[in-house]
């Protein structure tokens, strides 16, 4: 068995922003895979540095049956995701990515964890579902995060999916992504909260999880909010 998880990385270390060259979340993954398989390679990994780069490995994990999770590790603002090579990652590119990833006959991916400041926004997740994204749950941060506090967080939400995973393996991944948001909202309320609904600008990462709204109506729905 594996984690069912595909890291896909960019060099965060840049001149002037004070973090090591070798800064990885590499790490978080290898504790993860080791505490459920037993072993560090339980999961995928791929470092990228410009947007061919990106949608190259995006596809092969795509279409990895070991991968049903994709985690984007890279810095990132309200407009994109910022690759070391000076590319940028926009809403329209990842959708299109997301939506040529759906036509192949191989793909697996039901869920998108973005591990970036700023652009797991409400307004994202809405795009990527009205524009017929097929994923099950869409992740991320809307506040600009601590790497640290953002890093225990994201630890814990493939911890706690992996755990709900292994417990329910019938449940649907609607259900299991649910039973996730609830376990969350118990476990680290004020971590995943906003700065201002903490009311505290210090405190607050702004996390979220978004499925598709039911029925007629397109768009997202935030688990950690309803």
């Known amino acids: 068995m594996t984690t069912k998880i595909g890291v896909i990385e960019s060099k965060w270390g840049q001149k002037g922003n004070g973090i090591s060259k070798n800064t990885t979340v590499r790490p978080l993954f290898d504790f993860i895979s080791d505490l459920h398989f037993g072993n560090h390679h339980a999961y995928e990994y791929e470092l990228v540095g410009n947007r061919s780069a990106f949608r190259d490995a995006f596809r092969r994990q795509a279409n990895s049956r070991a991968v049903s999770f994709v985690y984007i590790a890279m810095h990132g603002s309200a407009d994109g995701l910022h690759l ?9 590119i990842l959708k299109n990515d997301l939506l040529e990833v759906d036509q192949s006959n191989g793909a697996n991916i039901t869920g998108l964890f973005l591990g970036s400041c700023m652009f797991g926004s409400h307004a994202l997740a809405d795009f ?58 118990i476990q680290m309320q004020g971590l995943c909260n906003t700065s201002l609904e903490n009311c505290d600008p210090h405190c607050g990462l702004g996390f979220s999880i978004f499925i598709r709204k039911t029925g ?11």
């Open 216 to 226: 007629r109506t397109k768009g997202a729905m935030d688990l950690m909010r309803g």
């Open 84 to 92: 070391h090579g000076g590319e940028k990652i926009t809403r329209t």
């Open 128 to 185: 990527l579902f009205k524009n017929d994204c097929r994923l099950t749950w869409i992740a991320g941060y809307e506040d600009s995060v601590d790497f640290v506090s953002s890093s225990g967080l994201d630890m814990l939400f493939f911890n706690t999916l992996i755990s709900v995973r292994e417990s329910n393996p019938r449940q649907s991944n609607l259900h299991k992504i649910k039973e996730v948001a609830r376990r969350m909202k």
